[in-house]
């Protein structure tokens, strides 16, 4: 890591760690203005988790009934800051019982006593800013039968927070962790007496960050959906807490938010979750719904780019394709090499996925799952089409490097459905070959036909491919493209190996099929997926061949069986396991 990186690391969290000290001298709230209405969605299974002492967090289970929550054992610090932030009090409230309240109520007066003089890694403005979020939605479910002395000790916490969030919210990150800490501060500012005064510089800068953080087609700089459902998520529940307190939320703000809504919408899949690209996962079951009823915007995109990505959509069908430049720079600590990969569903099953973000298991699935191997498209000589900065270089070894620059695409019909076609140039430099896809999806959703081609646009290009080729012995140059398989599907090879057979627990049947220019297999694949304690074992359908030419084509087709009816009732989902 950089000295001046570190340096300025360490002075951010010291002067984190003055400012919530001093805060906790300060005068504190005394009480509500308003009751607060929680808006915040839990899981009932998670909080029957946490009751019985199962804390999953973070990738890791830590099982300890009779402990308290901040007497665990904490194995990395992605679990504790899950633990700091608070956002496990929404599983709590979904179970709601007198034995959730009372852990709830245990933990969180645990946590006054141990933290609230500012002290403990959930002293940052992102962390306080959730953490004041669900207490004030919860405030009710937590003060039930307490007596004064708890009230008062709880309302004094909230009040220094809210003057720590006051002083420090301005050196959280641009993005997520600013719009987490300045809605807090907003949130804290309508419901608490004496801090009122917060609320108007707090929208003030909110306005500012939407200007500059929500571009014209409602997207990000991460380019990552399940960020942008967060922001959203975070805009709407400002806007509502606004609204209730008598405000008019400004139209800089307002505008973010109808931005966003048909952007998310585009990036929906027909199963209702997110597309998993640059680190993003489907998004926490229910809140995208939840988030585009509660914001009231019923506008939609038309399939096409919205924050990069390529929508098409038939039938009860949707494919989603990353169609742009990956992100950079700041804005690419989780970025993806994943230009021109998709993600396919039918009705309410995925079919094609990417392997996802593996973040939560450790860093070397992160490095994994960021991989273009890790992504339903073309990998050429076992190399990403943008290359991962260098281990133990810092703060650089988290970005994208090499990464391609010009990625041309076009929607249009085709003679009988929905046409996107695109390219990218990140194997020019390497090889001096362009990757060039087209997607065409019947108008009646029951098939898609793809085409790779992999080719020399100009001299130059010819002249890097031939010096690849002479290296290689003239042995041409290999290539491989994956489609990844939804992990509940069951996936086999038919017709004497010329084709895969996808079953789908909804009854239907899709079947693989390709052009026999490359050679097919069937090889293991993972599904890399938040809240799971380990990587699922799945498949994935690899064509592999060499370029020899200046130009290779390869065709292929996914489509339904003919005996697959045109509508499927399909009423049962399964739910998460949340220990496998």
């Known amino acids: ?77 992605v679990f504790a800051q899950e633990l700091q932030g608070f956002a496990w009090l929404d599983d709590l409230a979904a179970v709601g019982d007198m034995a959730a309240r009372d852990r709830a109520q245990e933990w969180v007066w645990s946590w006054i006593d141990l933290y609230g003089r500012g002290t403990g890694p959930g002293w940052t403005p992102d962390l306080t800013g959730r953490r004041l979020i669900r207490w004030i939605s919860h405030a009710i479910f937590l003060l039930r039968a307490q007596g004064s002395d708890p009230s008062e000790a709880f309302f004094q916490s909230l009040g220094q927070q809210t003057i ?31 801090m009122e005064h917060h609320v108007a510089p707090a929208c003030k800068a909110l306005d500012k960050e939407c200007a500059q953080q929500v571009d014209v087609q409602g997207g990000i700089p991460t380019r990552n959906p399940e960020e942008l459902l967060e922001v959203f998520t975070l805009l709407t529940w400002a806007a509502a807490a606004l609204r209730d307190a008598g405000q008019t939320p400004s139209d800089m703000h307002l505008r973010a938010i109808e931005r966003i809504a048909p952007t998310l919408r585009t990036l929906r899949h027909a199963d209702g979750g997110l597309a998993r690209f640059h680190g993003g996962g489907r998004g926490l079951e229910g809140r995208l719904d939840h988030a585009l009823a509660e914001s ?66 450790g860093e070397d699935w992160r490095r994994f799952g960021r991989a273009t191997p890790s992504h339903s498209t073309v990998t050429i000589d076992e190399l990403s089409s943008a290359r991962l900065g260098q281990e133990g270089k810092g703060w650089r070894e988290e970005q994208l490097v090499d990464a391609p620059t010009d990625v041309p695409i076009q929607m249009s019909n085709a003679s009988d459905g929905l046409r996107f076609e695109g390219g990218h140039n990140g194997y020019v430099k390497t090889h001096g070959l362009t990757h060039a896809r087209t997607l065409e999806l019947t108008f009646d959703g029951r098939g898609m036909a793809g085409e790779d081609l992999l080719v020399t646009m100009d001299d130059a290009a010819k002249r890097r491919f031939d010096k690849v080729m002479d290296e290689g012995a ?86 339904k069986a003919h005996e697959t009816n045109m509508a499927i009732r399909d009423l049962n989902r399964d739910e998460m396991d949340l220990n496998s």
């Not at 950079?328 to 995925?350: I, K, Q």
């Not at 190996?497 to 239907?508: P, T």
């Not at 052009?515 to 293991?524: E, N, S, T, V």
């Open 164 to 194: 720590f969030l006051s002083k420090r919210w301005h050196k959280t990150a641009p993005g997520l962790p600013r719009f987490e800490a300045l809605t807090g501060l907003i949130y804290a500012g309508l419901a608490l007496e004496g």
């Open 474 to 559: 003239l042995q041409g140059v290999p290539y491989e493209i994956a489609f990844h398989l939804h992990p509940e599907v069951d996936a086999s090879l038919d017709m004497g190996g010329a084709a895969v057979s996808i079953a789908l627990k909804s009854g239907e049947t899709w079947v693989f099929r390709h052009d026999a220019i490359a050679k097919m297999r069937l090889d293991a694949s993972v599904f890399l997926e938040k809240g799971r304690l380990k990587p699922r074992a799945t498949k994935q359908i690899v064509l592999s061949g060499v370029a020899m030419e200046y130009a290779t084509r390869i065709r292929w087709s996914l489509s």
């Open 296 to 361: 009231g915007n019923k506008t939609r995109q038309a399939d096409g780019l919205a924050m990069g990505y390529a929508r098409l959509s038939a039938g009860r069908t949707s494919v989603v394709v990353d169609a742009s430049v990956p992100p950079s720079g700041m804005n690419a600590p989780n970025a993806h090499a994943s230009t021109l990969a998709f993600e396919l569903t039918s009705g309410r099953r995925p079919v094609i996925v990417n392997c996802g973000s593996g973040a939560s298991f």
């Open 1 to 77: 890591m950089s000295r001046t990186h570190s340096f300025s690391a360490r002075w951010t969290r010291l002067m984190h760690r003055v400012a919530a000290r001093s805060s906790a001298r300060a005068r504190p709230a005394t009480g509500f203005t308003s009751t607060p209405e929680p808006r915040t969605i839990g899981l009932f299974a998670r909080g029957k988790q946490l009751v019985a002492g199962n804390f999953l967090f973070a990738g890791h289970l830590v099982s300890a009934p009779k402990t308290l929550i901040w007497d665990i054992d904490v194995p990395d610090d």
